[in-house]
Nanobody, 120 residues
Framework: QVQLVESGGGLVQAGGSLRLSCAAS????????MGWYRQAPEKQRELVAT???????NYADSVKGRFTISRDNAKATVYLQMNSLKPEDTGVYYC??????????????WGQGTQVTVSS
C-alpha cells in the first residue's frame, strides 16, 4: 500500500504562485509514475502533469509554460510549482502515483486532495 499526502494549496490572487507537494509513504518501491490531477466544481477530473522516475514529464496544454512538475525519488515526493495562476486553475488538486511491481500488474493511488483557489 502507498499513502499520498498533499500540501501547499491555498488562496492566491491571479498572477501569483503556489507550490504543491505530495509525499508518498508505505511501499514506495516500483512507483514509476507520479503526477497531479485537478477537478473544478461540476467538472471532471483532468490531468495536470506527470513525471516518471527518470524525469520525463507531460503537461496539459493549459498549464504548459506556467507549471513545473519535479520529483525527488529519494524522498518519494513530487512537487508542482504553479506560476502565473489564473482563476480557471481553481480546483481540488490530487496527487497520483502508479506503482508497477511487475509488467502485468499495477496499482493506482490517490491523495486526499488539496484546494487551490485563484481569485481574479
Amino acid at each position: 500500500q502507498v499513502q499520498l499526502v498533499e500540501s501547499g494549496g491555498g488562496l492566491v490572487q491571479a498572477g501569483g504562485s503556489l507550490r504543491l507537494s505530495c509525499a508518498a509513504s508505505g511501499t514506495t518501491s516500483s512507483i514509476n509514475l507520479m503526477g497531479w490531477y485537478r477537478q473544478a466544481p461540476e467538472k471532471q477530473r483532468e490531468l495536470v502533469a506527470t513525471i516518471t522516475t527518470g524525469g520525463s514529464t507531460n503537461y496539459a496544454d493549459s498549464v504548459k509554460g506556467r507549471f513545473t512538475i519535479s520529483r525527488d525519488n529519494a524522498k518519494a515526493t513530487v512537487y508542482l510549482q504553479m506560476n502565473s495562476l489564473k482563476p480557471e486553475d481553481t480546483g481540488v488538486y490530487y496527487c497520483n502515483a502508479i506503482r508497477s511491481p511487475s509488467v502485468s500488474y499495477r496499482e493506482i493511488y490517490w491523495g486526499q486532495g488539496t484546494q487551490v483557489t485563484v481569485s481574479s
